[in-house]
């Protein structure tokens, strides 16, 4: 006889930490300019509507940065949330580290345990997220080997602890790079809303999975002159930068905050489903 689905948890209090994938990039914020949205506030939202309809506050914190490596993420990204008192956390650190021309996966796998059993000792639930899969990324994809060894890593911790797990490696629809910003790095705002709706699916609440894992209609294939122009102007304006950076001992976050530090309540005032406030893709 098979068993009825366990009901899926109701959480109160959410803090994301991480870099500029959970920070938001390239998911502009209409009401905030200089601001983004993304995925973990999306997922915010989602979950407000869950504790709103059993007649529960819902707070929420974010405290991911931009260029942010995982010594942060782990150090002290995971100190303010620890004061929070969260009961969930998303964690998804080491993308920068995995940019790096070396990198040790397997350390960076170590400290990302070590912050998990931290979290579940506190009664949290943790929610992981894979890299992506760059098999059709064009010069990423010489990333791929990192990014497969960093997800098998993931996967085992998430077993080991009982975290849940954002499978980014597996959704096909983010293979398009009309899910992906001039930059090639950050997600659209249709890529963050389809991978808020991913996050939900992972903590264990129902969503339409064909609303999310459905690829674009195909695109026409543009001239060869065409591409190689847009490769051109993506090395003056992204790659170029992004290189001086390293040289020079810069990020990108280095004069950014985070853009929700402290636990605030989430709801829409007028009382509207909140994700509807959110502008989609």
């Known amino acids: 006889m098979t068993q009825p689905a366990a009901p899926a948890r109701v959480w109160t209090r959410y803090v994301a930490i991480g870099d500029s994938f959970t920070e938001g990039m390239s998911d502009p914020d209409p009401a905030r300019p200089d ?9 915010a939202h989602h979950l407000d509507a869950v504790a709103e309809r059993e007649h529960l506050p819902f707070g929420y ?18 100190e303010s949330a620890l004061t929070m008192q969260p009961d969930l956390v998303s964690m ?47 010069l990423f994809k010489a990333l791929r080997g990192r990014h497969a060894a960093h997800a098998a890593n993931l996967f085992t911790i998430a077993q080991r602890h009982g975290c849940h797990v954002l499978n980014l490696w597996g959704m096909a629809a983010l293979r398009d790079w009309r899910m992906w910003a001039d930059d090639r790095i950050h997600l659209t705002t249709e890529g963050h809303r389809r991978v808020a709706l991913a996050a939900l699916t992972a903590l264990g609440h129902e969503t339409d999975l064909a609303d999310w894992t459905t690829p ?19 090395a003056r304006t992204h790659a170029a930068p992004w290189v001086q950076r ?30 509807q406030s959110l502008p989609h893709g």
């Open 246 to 275: 390293r040289l020079q001992g810069r990020s990108s976050g280095d004069a950014v905050e985070a853009k929700r530090p402290s636990l605030e309540h989430f709801r829409d005032p007028e009382g509207e489903p909140p994700h």
């Open 92 to 138: 998804v650190g080491g993308g920068n580290d995995l940019l790096r021309p070396t990198v040790d996966v397997d350390a960076l796998a170590d400290r990302l345990e070590d912050a998990v059993v931290t979290l579940r000792r506190t009664g949290a639930d943790v929610l992981l997220a894979t890299p992506t899969d760059t098999r059709d990324a064009g």
């Open 61 to 78: 914190a974010n405290l991911a940065v931009r260029g942010r490596k995982l010594d942060d993420v782990v150090g002290r990204q995971l």
């Open 35 to 43: 601001a983004y949205v993304g995925w973990a506030d999306r997922l």
């Open 216 to 234: 674009l209609p195909a695109a026409s294939r543009g001239r060869r002159a065409d591409e190689l122009r847009g490769h051109a102007q993506w």
